[in-house]
């Protein structure tokens, strides 16, 4: 993989409680993630699984260590913590936006007398925008940035704003939704498009052989010195 020894992959939904009984997550079982780390595998020695709760045939990619997290916190915690120069993350994860601001510490019981339930949620940190940060101050070179952007509508203009929101090397962007492809085991298709403009469609194929081509691009690219 060029000048990268370490893969560092983030798979799955984090989940925030509401209360001991209740939490917010989300739809992501954690298969992308898991055929990442596993045709890492081919590339460097060093992988780092890190994620929320995924499906468990999803959760212990062989050959990578893994790192279990709950929140979309402990995910940034543990993303900083293993980021360093010479490494390629890859924002496979899907972290909750947001966490109650109150979590409550016994069971919400319904209120006689009120058919709504007001709940007041904060936002998270991006852990895309926190690498970048550390970057910045720290000084750290060589570290490429790969996201991913689950859209439902204008696929191309909501992954190229994110790429640039959030300082992106590439991000992978595909459909999602009730009735498209993109969360669970069925083939989906992406297109991975690169900071300097580039667009490269992958798919329609199934999520192994999708990670395994989202991997050997950027392989290749990485080889040539003067793209990434
Ligand atoms: N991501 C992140 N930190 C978060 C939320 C998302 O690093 N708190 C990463 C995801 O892992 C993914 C990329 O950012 O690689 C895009 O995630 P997505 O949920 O599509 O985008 P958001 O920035 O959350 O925007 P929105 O939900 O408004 O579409």
Redesign the pocket.
């Known amino acids: 993989m060029g000048k990268y020894s370490k893969i560092i992959i983030?798979s799955g939904p984090t989940r925030e409680w509401i209360d001991p009984v209740r939490f917010i997550s989300n739809a992501s079982s954690g298969k992308m993630g898991y055929c990442l780390a596993q045709e890492a595998t081919h590339l460097v020695k060093d992988i780092v699984y890190i994620r929320g709760l995924t499906e468990p045939k999803y959760s212990e990619p062989k050959g990578a260590r893994i790192i279990k997290v709950e929140t979309?916190l402990e995910?940034?915690d543990a993303?900083l913590k293993e980021v360093d120069s010479s490494s390629i993350l890859?924002?496979?994860?899907?972290?909750?936006?947001f966490r109650p601001k109150n979590a409550n510490e016994s069971k919400i019981k319904k209120e006689e007398g009120s058919d709504t339930l007001v709940l007041e949620l904060i936002k998270?940190?991006?852990?895309?925008?926190?690498?970048h940060e550390k970057i910045h101050t720290q000084n750290l070179k060589d570290i490429l940035r790969?996201?991913?952007?689950?859209?439902t509508d204008l696929l191309d203009q909501?992954a190229l704003g994110?790429l640039r929101?959030?300082n992106?090397d590439f991000?992978?962007g595909n459909y999602v939704g009730k009735d498209s492809k993109g969360f669970g085991d069925l083939d989906t298709s992406v297109i991975v498009y690169g900071k300097e403009g580039s667009k490269k469609e992958i798919g329609p194929a199934s999520k192994e052989t999708i990670a395994k081509g989202i991997l050997e691009y950027l392989d290749i690219l990485s080889k040539q010195e003067s793209i990434i």
Do not use: H, Q, W, Y
């Open positions: 983030t979309t995910m940034r993303v890859i924002m496979a994860a899907a972290p909750a936006d998270n940190p991006d852990i895309l925008v926190s690498v790969i996201g991913f952007s689950a859209e909501n994110k929101k959030k992106l991000i992978v």
